[in-house]
């Protein structure tokens, strides 16, 4: 079982940065693609960034230009920079770890609060 440890979360202003972090333990880091999902309150979860174990990217359009993803295979560890954060950004956000080998992980959530 793969187990992902979310950081980096907090209140930021709007405008600010914050920089999410995400520590997979166990497994081959390498094999995985590797994912950030958010919820907003009363909302369903949406995928926000992924990277594929290759180093592919796709982003949600709502953050396309703000948000970066990226990942650290040789510290088993997947980021996302987030730049420009507006109130809408606001919500719990989730690593998530997929591969044909381990299947589907998720992290316990880290919450991201952009108010003034």
């Known amino acids: 079982q793969i187990q992902l440890v979310e950081s980096g979360g907090g209140l930021v202003q709007p405008g600010g940065s914050l920089r999410l972090s995400c520590a997979a333990t166990?497994?081959?880091?390498?094999?995985?693609?590797m994912g950030w999902y958010r919820q907003a309150p009363g909302k369903q979860r949406e995928l926000v960034a992924r990277?594929?174990?290759?180093?592919?990217?796709n982003y949600a359009d709502s953050v396309k230009g703000r948000f970066t993803i990226s990942r650290d295979n040789a510290k088993n560890t997947v980021y996302l920079q987030m730049n420009s954060l507006q109130p809408e950004d606001t919500a719990v956000y989730y690593c998530?770890?997929?591969?044909?080998?381990?299947?589907?992980?998720w992290g316990q959530g880290t919450q991201v609060t952009v108010s003034s």
């Open positions: 166990r497994g081959i880091f390498s094999f995985m693609n």
């Open positions: 998530n770890s997929n591969s044909d080998y381990y299947g589907a992980s």
């Open positions: 990277i594929t174990r290759g180093g592919s990217t």
